[in-house]
Protein backbone atom coordinates (compact mmCIF):
# COMPACT_ATOMS: atom_id res chain seq x y z
CA UNK A 1 0.00 0.00 0.00
CA UNK A 2 1.74 3.20 -1.03
CA UNK A 3 0.84 5.89 1.43
CA UNK A 4 3.34 8.61 -0.32
CA UNK A 5 2.36 8.73 -4.59
CA UNK A 6 4.21 10.78 -7.25
CA UNK A 7 2.45 10.27 -10.14
CA UNK A 8 4.58 11.88 -12.71
CA UNK A 9 8.03 9.89 -13.36
CA UNK A 10 9.40 12.40 -15.19
CA UNK A 11 9.45 16.02 -15.92
CA UNK A 12 11.28 18.53 -18.03
CA UNK A 13 11.79 22.22 -17.75
CA UNK A 14 13.29 24.88 -19.72
CA UNK A 15 16.32 26.56 -17.88
CA UNK A 16 15.21 29.72 -15.98
CA UNK A 17 11.62 28.42 -15.89
CA UNK A 18 9.41 26.89 -12.92
CA UNK A 19 9.55 23.03 -12.03
CA UNK A 20 6.54 22.06 -9.80
CA UNK A 21 6.96 18.62 -8.56
CA UNK A 22 4.19 17.24 -7.12
CA UNK A 23 3.14 14.82 -4.15
CA UNK A 24 -0.08 13.07 -2.76
CA UNK A 25 -0.55 11.20 -0.04
CA UNK A 26 -3.35 9.22 1.95
CA UNK A 27 -2.18 8.83 5.64
CA UNK A 28 -4.01 11.76 7.53
CA UNK A 29 -1.09 11.16 10.95
CA UNK A 30 1.57 12.33 8.68
CA UNK A 31 3.02 15.22 10.68
CA UNK A 32 6.13 15.90 8.58
CA UNK A 33 6.74 16.46 4.98
CA UNK A 34 10.18 16.42 3.18
CA UNK A 35 11.67 16.58 0.29
CA UNK A 36 15.04 14.59 -0.78
CA UNK A 37 17.54 14.87 -4.06
CA UNK A 38 19.03 12.38 -5.46
CA UNK A 39 22.23 12.11 -8.03
CA UNK A 40 22.93 8.44 -9.65
CA UNK A 41 25.47 6.75 -7.66
CA UNK A 42 24.48 9.01 -4.69
CA UNK A 43 22.23 8.65 -1.91
CA UNK A 44 19.27 11.26 -1.56
CA UNK A 45 19.89 14.26 0.04
CA UNK A 46 17.82 16.64 2.11
CA UNK A 47 16.31 19.37 0.16
CA UNK A 48 13.36 21.32 2.64
CA UNK A 49 10.66 20.27 4.70
CA UNK A 50 7.53 21.26 6.02
CA UNK A 51 5.69 20.61 9.29
CA UNK A 52 1.96 19.83 9.25
CA UNK A 53 0.79 22.49 10.84
CA UNK A 54 2.03 24.75 8.21
CA UNK A 55 1.43 25.35 4.46
CA UNK A 56 4.11 27.25 2.99
CA UNK A 57 7.78 26.70 3.70
CA UNK A 58 10.74 28.46 1.44
CA UNK A 59 14.54 28.45 1.08
CA UNK A 60 16.08 30.18 -1.26
CA UNK A 61 15.00 28.98 -4.98
CA UNK A 62 13.00 26.11 -3.14
CA UNK A 63 9.08 26.52 -2.06
CA UNK A 64 7.03 23.66 -0.46
CA UNK A 65 3.55 23.97 -0.20
CA UNK A 66 1.11 21.80 1.57
CA UNK A 67 -2.55 21.50 1.09
CA UNK A 68 -3.70 19.13 3.79
CA UNK A 69 -7.36 19.46 2.72
CA UNK A 70 -6.29 17.28 -0.47
CA UNK A 71 -3.68 15.69 1.03
CA UNK A 72 -1.42 17.48 -1.65
CA UNK A 73 2.55 18.51 -1.28
CA UNK A 74 4.30 20.25 -4.01
CA UNK A 75 8.02 21.56 -4.87
CA UNK A 76 8.50 24.69 -6.44
CA UNK A 77 12.27 25.47 -8.02
CA UNK A 78 12.70 29.03 -9.26
CA UNK A 79 14.16 29.36 -11.47
CA UNK A 80 15.48 26.09 -12.50
CA UNK A 81 19.08 25.51 -13.17
CA UNK A 82 20.81 22.73 -14.90
CA UNK A 83 22.10 21.30 -12.06
CA UNK A 84 18.29 20.66 -10.19
CA UNK A 85 18.41 17.65 -12.84
CA UNK A 86 18.10 14.91 -10.58
CA UNK A 87 15.11 12.39 -8.89
CA UNK A 88 13.52 14.17 -6.34
CA UNK A 89 11.69 12.21 -3.65
CA UNK A 90 9.06 13.07 -1.51
CA UNK A 91 8.58 11.32 2.18
CA UNK A 92 6.24 12.01 4.86
CA UNK A 93 6.85 10.64 8.59
CA UNK A 94 4.84 8.80 11.21
CA UNK A 95 7.06 6.64 13.29
CA UNK A 96 8.95 6.25 10.02
CA UNK A 97 9.65 7.44 6.60
CA UNK A 98 7.57 7.03 3.59
CA UNK A 99 8.78 7.62 0.42
CA UNK A 100 7.40 8.16 -3.08
CA UNK A 101 8.80 6.61 -6.01
CA UNK A 102 10.69 9.50 -6.85
CA UNK A 103 10.07 11.96 -10.25
CA UNK A 104 12.98 12.42 -12.49
CA UNK A 105 13.65 16.22 -13.42
CA UNK A 106 15.52 17.25 -16.43
CA UNK A 107 16.16 20.82 -16.92
CA UNK A 108 17.19 21.30 -20.42
CA UNK A 109 19.96 24.73 -20.89
CA UNK B 1 32.85 15.96 9.58
CA UNK B 2 32.46 12.75 8.07
CA UNK B 3 29.67 11.39 5.71
CA UNK B 4 27.85 8.55 6.08
CA UNK B 5 29.44 5.68 4.40
CA UNK B 6 28.58 2.22 2.84
CA UNK B 7 30.81 -1.37 2.38
CA UNK B 8 30.72 -2.64 0.15
CA UNK B 9 29.45 -0.69 -3.24
CA UNK B 10 28.55 -3.45 -4.94
CA UNK B 11 27.60 -7.54 -4.33
CA UNK B 12 26.43 -10.24 -6.41
CA UNK B 13 24.94 -13.06 -4.26
CA UNK B 14 23.11 -16.31 -5.59
CA UNK B 15 19.75 -17.16 -4.15
CA UNK B 16 19.63 -18.96 -0.42
CA UNK B 17 22.87 -17.20 0.68
CA UNK B 18 23.54 -15.03 3.44
CA UNK B 19 24.68 -10.98 3.18
CA UNK B 20 25.88 -8.73 5.68
CA UNK B 21 26.09 -4.66 4.60
CA UNK B 22 27.75 -2.35 6.41
CA UNK B 23 27.04 1.25 7.46
CA UNK B 24 29.30 4.14 9.36
CA UNK B 25 27.36 6.93 10.71
CA UNK B 26 27.82 10.52 10.85
CA UNK B 27 30.31 11.61 12.87
CA UNK B 28 27.81 12.71 15.90
CA UNK B 29 24.67 10.77 14.98
CA UNK B 30 23.48 8.05 16.99
CA UNK B 31 20.45 6.63 15.19
CA UNK B 32 20.64 4.90 11.68
CA UNK B 33 17.69 3.55 9.58
CA UNK B 34 18.19 0.61 6.93
CA UNK B 35 15.97 1.44 3.36
CA UNK B 36 15.72 -1.18 0.28
CA UNK B 37 15.26 0.56 -2.62
CA UNK B 38 14.42 -1.23 -5.07
CA UNK B 39 14.45 -0.70 -9.32
CA UNK B 40 11.94 2.38 -10.61
CA UNK B 41 10.42 2.85 -6.46
CA UNK B 42 11.32 4.90 -3.64
CA UNK B 43 13.02 3.44 -0.80
CA UNK B 44 11.13 1.33 1.48
CA UNK B 45 12.12 1.55 5.76
CA UNK B 46 13.59 -1.57 7.00
CA UNK B 47 14.06 -0.58 10.55
CA UNK B 48 15.79 2.39 12.71
CA UNK B 49 18.78 1.22 15.74
CA UNK B 50 18.93 3.82 18.01
CA UNK B 51 21.78 3.59 20.90
CA UNK B 52 22.41 -0.18 19.85
CA UNK B 53 18.64 -0.94 20.13
CA UNK B 54 15.90 -1.60 17.12
CA UNK B 55 13.43 1.11 17.33
CA UNK B 56 11.08 0.62 14.62
CA UNK B 57 10.63 -1.95 11.91
CA UNK B 58 9.00 -1.92 8.56
CA UNK B 59 6.93 -4.30 6.97
CA UNK B 60 10.31 -6.68 5.95
CA UNK B 61 10.39 -10.36 7.22
CA UNK B 62 12.63 -11.29 10.16
CA UNK B 63 15.40 -12.70 8.09
CA UNK B 64 16.56 -9.48 7.23
CA UNK B 65 17.77 -8.22 11.07
CA UNK B 66 20.61 -5.96 12.21
CA UNK B 67 22.57 -4.50 14.29
CA UNK B 68 24.25 -1.18 16.05
CA UNK B 69 27.65 -0.90 17.73
CA UNK B 70 28.99 1.04 20.31
CA UNK B 71 30.38 3.31 17.67
CA UNK B 72 27.02 3.71 16.20
CA UNK B 73 28.29 2.13 13.08
CA UNK B 74 25.73 -0.64 12.27
CA UNK B 75 25.14 -3.87 9.74
CA UNK B 76 22.44 -4.81 7.97
CA UNK B 77 22.25 -8.63 7.34
CA UNK B 78 19.82 -10.53 4.84
CA UNK B 79 19.54 -14.63 5.09
CA UNK B 80 18.31 -16.40 2.72
CA UNK B 81 18.40 -14.38 -0.06
CA UNK B 82 15.67 -14.17 -2.90
CA UNK B 83 15.47 -13.15 -5.81
CA UNK B 84 13.49 -9.94 -5.18
CA UNK B 85 16.09 -9.02 -2.60
CA UNK B 86 18.14 -7.33 -5.85
CA UNK B 87 17.88 -3.37 -4.86
CA UNK B 88 20.31 -0.88 -3.63
CA UNK B 89 20.29 -0.94 0.07
CA UNK B 90 20.75 2.91 1.90
CA UNK B 91 21.38 3.52 5.36
CA UNK B 92 21.09 7.05 6.69
CA UNK B 93 22.17 8.61 10.24
CA UNK B 94 20.60 11.30 12.28
CA UNK B 95 20.91 12.50 16.12
CA UNK B 96 18.32 10.65 18.17
CA UNK B 97 14.70 9.65 17.18
CA UNK B 98 13.83 12.33 15.11
CA UNK B 99 12.40 11.69 12.43
CA UNK B 100 13.47 14.92 9.83
CA UNK B 101 16.90 15.07 8.41
CA UNK B 102 18.47 11.91 8.13
CA UNK B 103 21.80 11.75 5.96
CA UNK B 104 21.85 8.89 3.56
CA UNK B 105 24.53 7.09 2.12
CA UNK B 106 25.25 6.41 -1.42
CA UNK B 107 24.26 3.11 -0.77
CA UNK B 108 25.05 -0.90 -1.62
CA UNK B 109 23.89 -2.20 -4.81
CA UNK B 110 22.93 -5.85 -4.09
CA UNK B 111 21.84 -8.43 -6.61
CA UNK B 112 20.92 -11.83 -6.02
CA UNK B 113 21.37 -13.90 -8.96
Known amino acids: DQQVKQNSPSLSVQEGRISILNCDYT??????FLWYKKYPAEGPTFLIS?????DKNEDGRFTVFLNKSAKHLSLHIVPSQPGDSAVYFCAATYNQFYFGTGTSLTVIP | ETGVTQSPTHLIKTRGQQVTLRCSSQSGHNTVSWYQQALGQGPQFIFQ???????GRGNFPPRFSGLQFPNYSSELNVNALELDDSALYLC????????????FGPGTRLTVL
Open chain 2, 92 to 103: ASTTGTSLNEQF
Open chain 1, 50 to 54: ISSIK
Open chain 1, 27 to 32: NSMFDY
Open chain 2, 49 to 55: YYREEEN
